[in-house]
């Protein structure tokens, strides 16, 4: 890569780590402070601190709004209006002029900036660096919304941006999406890269003369020289500009074109629909892998969160209505249940959640008028095979919940009802709701 002499310019991106090699092509800055971005190849930029850029500098308004004008604020107003222009101006000459990269990470919207002047009222937010109107259009409005997640699908996957998502599809975590919408695009072009299973926008591409601008979701655990790898390929891909009109003409396409060009679009309807297929066998494997979860759970906590996840995905409404309960979940309003755990890696359950389990239950009865069926769900000895746990719980725990009517179950019981249940593809709410009410 040296021999290239590519010039990179990191602004906020982070590529601390993993820079063997290509240390000496990137340059660090800030959003306010750096060089001209035009005299790069690539710019990284995470737009992420932009608004410290007057948050720093003001205080929010009662509604939470930023405010401020050029007769009061001391020059600020006016150095951040020069400042975004000036980037503007920056990132149409990279793309135009120098056929250059900018990758953005989408970042969620941030409180905007209104400049109160004598001929009206001006905002400045996050995003106000783009350029061209029909880009800016982009994240106007509520077009750019905060929505969070980690499942995407590709659009296309056949680009470098679709590759670089693809390898690190299980980092992803996006924090913002942009709503598909009809464009008028003047001198450039738009292209979606990856949607939420819902359809809203995580990635696309912006293609303004012979650059890229490239938006793409945050990553936990970005890998830099994967990072690099798309900055190459990126770079060396051929611009798409819209074709000359006489290439539709027949003269100049190949008797198999049209063959080759049926079998990819057949591809690529086949993976997609292979990929809908992963996806949902995926979730069927996380879902089996939870519920096995429940036999090794070492901890109270532990055992807690993967029961509320099982209750959860079983059609259970779970709450939180005591700070004595552990659990409390319904079935129907008149089937309930408060349930209380324990787990021990190597010795047997006492009478800990047994007293919370009776105080949680009484407070209900008292003060919510509630009455539900008492369960204490225990995983004693949780480092042992299931079937070699002997005296899970001591003779007292069993005694007090006979007193008092609760269900004493063990984690290697209510595995085994939920298995039950699938196998026969029956209701595991129903096997469940019968195992809580064992008397």
Same mark, same amino acid.
């Given at each position: ?21 290509? @240390?000496?092509?990137v340059?660090? &800055?800030?959003?306010? !402070? ?6 790069? $190849? ?18 929010? =308004?009662?509604? =939470?709004?930023? &405010?401020?004008?050029?007769?009061t ?5 006016? =150095? ?31 409180r ?5 002047? *004598? ?28 929505? /969070?997640?980690k499942?995407?699908?590709? *659009? ?11 390898? !690190? ?5 996006y ?12 001198g ?6 990856a ?13 303004? #003369? ?9 990553? @936990? #655990? ?60 995926? /979730? ?12 090794? @759970?070492?901890?109270g906590? *532990? ?10 995905? &079983?059609?259970?409404n ?16 008149? $089937?309930?249940?408060?349930? !209380?755990?324990? @787990? &021990? ?13 009776? /105080? ?9 008028? +509630? ?13 042992? *095979?299931?079937?070699? /746990?002997?005296?899970?719980? $001591? ?23 939920? +298995? ?7 209701s595991?709410?129903? +096997? ?8």
């Open positions: 890569m040296k021999e290239n002499k590519l010039r990179i310019l990191d602004l906020g991106w982070g590529l601390q780590d993993g820079l063997e090699g290509y @240390a000496d092509l340059d660090t &800055s800030s959003f306010h !402070n750096s060089p001209s971005l035009s005299d790069y $190849d690539a710019v990284l930029l995470d737009p992420k601190e932009i608004s410290q850029l007057w948050e720093d500098h003001l205080s929010p =308004g009662r509604d =939470g709004a930023y &405010s401020t004008s050029p007769k604020d001391g020059g600020l107003s006016r =150095g951040l209006k020069n400042l975004f222009k000036t980037r503007r101006r920056d990132v149409e000459s990279l793309l135009s002029n120098r056929s250059g990269l900018l990758l953005v990470k989408l970042r969620r919207p941030s905007k900036l209104e400049i109160v002047e *004598e001929g009206g009222i001006s905002q400045i937010h996050r995003y106000s660096w783009l350029p061209q109107e029909w880009v800016g259009e982009l994240f106007s409005g509520n077009n750019l919304t905060r929505s /969070r997640g499942r995407v699908t590709l *659009e296309k996957r056949d680009t470098p941006s679709a590759h670089y998502l693809e390898s !690190n599809r299980d980092h992803i975590q924090e913002a999406t942009v709503q598909p919408q009809a464009l008028e695009v003047e450039g072009s738009f292209n979606p890269i949607r939420t299973i819902t359809g809203e926008l995580v990635s696309f591409e912006v293609e303004i #003369g012979g650059g890229k601008m490239i938006f793409l979701p945050p990553l @936990a #655990g970005e890998e830099s020289k994967k990072t690099f790898e798309l900055i190459e390929s990126s770079l060396s891909t051929p611009p798409r500009g819209p074709l000359p009109e006489w290439t539709k003409n027949e003269r100049y396409h190949f008797d198999g074109e049209r063959k080759v060009k049926a079998e990819v679009e057949s591809l690529e309807k086949k993976i997609s629909s292979l990929k809908s297929k992963e996806e949902g066998l995926e /979730r069927d494997l996380k879902e089996y892998r939870l519920y096995r979860r429940l036999l090794f @759970a070492r901890t906590i *532990e055992l807690g969160r993967v029961l509320s996840e099982v209750l959860a995905q &079983s059609g259970f779970v709450q939180d209505l005591s700070p004595h309960l552990d659990v409390y979940a319904c079935r129907s309003d008149a $089937d309930c249940f408060a349930i !209380n755990f324990a @787990a &021990s890696p190597d010795g047997p359950i006492g009478l800990e959640p047994y007293h919370r389990l009776v /105080r949680g239950i009484d407070e209900l009865r008292i003060y919510e008028n +509630k009455d539900p069926q008492g369960v204490l769900l225990v995983n004693g000895y949780a480092d042992h *095979e299931p079937g070699q /746990r002997e005296g899970q719980f $001591d003779k007292e725990l069993q005694q007090g919940c006979n007193l008092y009517g609760f269900t004493l179950i063990t984690a290697d019981e209510l595995f085994t009802s939920v +298995k039950t249940g699938k196998e026969e593809n029956s595991v709410q129903k +096997k469940l709701s019968e195992l809580f009410n064992r008397s």
